[in-house]
T-cell receptor, first 111, second 112 residues
Framework: GQQVMQIPQYQHVQEGEDFTTYCNSSTTLSNIQWYKQRPGGHPVFLIQLVKSGEVKKQKRLTFQFGEAKKNSSLHITATQTTDVGTYFCAGPTSGTYKYIFGTGTRLKVLA | DAGITQSPRYKITETGRQVTLMCHQTWSHSYMFWYRQDLGHGLRLIYYSAAADITDKGEVPDGYVVSRSKTENFPLTLESATRSQTSVYFC???????????FGQGTRLTVV
């Protein structure tokens, strides 16, 4: 079945350093979503990418969808303590609206 | 208040008991989902629903039952709880296909 993998699983960075998490799907995705979950909280939608090669920015966050629509990345510039949490990508199973989530990347930011 | 709410927030139950987790949303979203979250596995889809009386299995449906008689409610029942079902359960809803989902606060279930 379809698999969505994320790397790394964990990342510790010093405040001010950059951070990147990568998402790879075993199948082509019609779109990809990113969510953030704060410790003890629930996933919160960040963004959706639809087009091949699409790049979207939200302040210090840059999201990219691969040309083949099988991978994606989230880059955070100059991390802050408020960026702490787990970042998930999610993609729909082919032909359905059933979203499969990646395993997540847990980010810790050291002040 | 508008939104998506789950109850209870915390539940401890014994092996073999039946337990139902409730999910209620006030947006009249058509699509609803149940996920479980375990360390190392991320969020795994249990069941989902496109509308009232329409449900379908996700990645890990065994041991769970859902119903959706009303658009706003999507209860998840563990027919005979097992320790492996100890997890955090999240309900989510979405207005349409392939758009953002809104998650509830989660239910932490412990099966002893």
């Amino acid at each position: 079945g379809q698999q969505v993998m994320q790397i790394p699983q964990y990342q510790h960075v010093q405040e001010g350093e950059d951070f990147t998490t990568y998402c790879n799907s075993s199948t082509t995705l019609s779109n990809i979503q990113w969510y953030k979950q704060r410790p003890g909280g629930h996933p919160v939608f960040l963004i959706q990418l639809v087009k091949s090669g699409e790049v979207k920015k939200q302040k210090r966050l840059t999201f990219q969808f691969g040309e083949a629509k099988k991978n994606s990345s989230l880059h955070i510039t100059a991390t802050q303590t408020t960026d702490v949490g787990t970042y998930f990508c999610a993609g729909p199973t082919s032909g359905t609206y059933k979203y499969i989530f990646g395993t997540g990347t847990r980010l810790k930011v050291l002040a | 208040d508008a939104g998506i709410t789950q109850s209870p927030r915390y539940k401890i139950t014994e092996t073999g008991r039946q337990v139902t987790l409730m999910c209620h949303q006030t947006w009249s979203h058509s699509y609803m989902f149940w996920y479980r979250q375990d360390l190392g596995h991320g969020l795994r889809l249990i069941y989902y629903s496109a509308a009232a009386d329409i449900t379908d299995k996700g990645e890990v449906p065994d041991g769970y039952v859902v119903s959706r008689s009303k658009t706003e409610n999507f209860p998840l029942t563990l027919e005979s709880a097992t320790r492996s079902q100890t997890s955090v359960y999240f309900c989510a809803s979405s207005e349409g296909q392939l758009i953002e989902a809104f998650f509830g606060q989660g239910t932490r279930l412990t099966v002893v």
